[in-house]
Nanobody, 123 residues
Framework: QVQLVESGGGLVQAGGSLRLSCAASGRTISSSAMGWFRQAPGKEREFVAAINWAGASTYYTDSVKGRFTISRDNAMNTVSLQMNSLKPEDTAVYYC????????????????WGQGTQVTVSS
């Protein structure tokens, strides 16, 4: 079992920044790919960003490219999402997830999820 706990969400004005963190416990995440997803009210959960086991490869959905950066610290068992130039349409609950046992980036096969952290961007 892997437990994931997100933090860092909050209310920010458009154009502002937030940094989300995800702390893992139970097992090491160092050999597994990680991802961030989000779910806005009334919408399905969508993929945001992913990072491979070593942090050498990342992938982003088009709407956040150039504004969001995913990173990880395997020694600390954490993954982060730096969000800059935030827009009202980024408002959502953000979830951290792990592709436990899979080292490469993917948009599916995530087998453990956090509870989510709310991000609200005001216009």
């Amino acid at each position: 079992q892997v437990q994931l706990v997100e933090s860092g969400g909050g209310l920010v004005q458009a154009g502002g920044s937030l940094r989300l963190s995800c702390a893992a416990s139970g097992r090491t995440i160092s050999s597994s790919a990680m991802g961030w997803f989000r779910q806005a009210p009334g919408k399905e959960r969508e993929f945001v960003a992913a990072i491979n086991w070593a942090g050498a490869s990342t992938y982003y959905t088009d709407s956040v490219k150039g504004r969001f950066t995913i990173s990880r610290d395997n020694a600390m068992n954490t993954v982060s999402l730096q969000m800059n130039s935030l827009k009202p349409e980024d408002t959502a609950v953000y979830y951290c997830a792990i592709r436990y046992g899979r080292s490469n980036i993917g948009m599916d096969n995530y087998n453990y999820w956090g509870q989510g952290t709310q991000v609200t961007v005001s216009s």
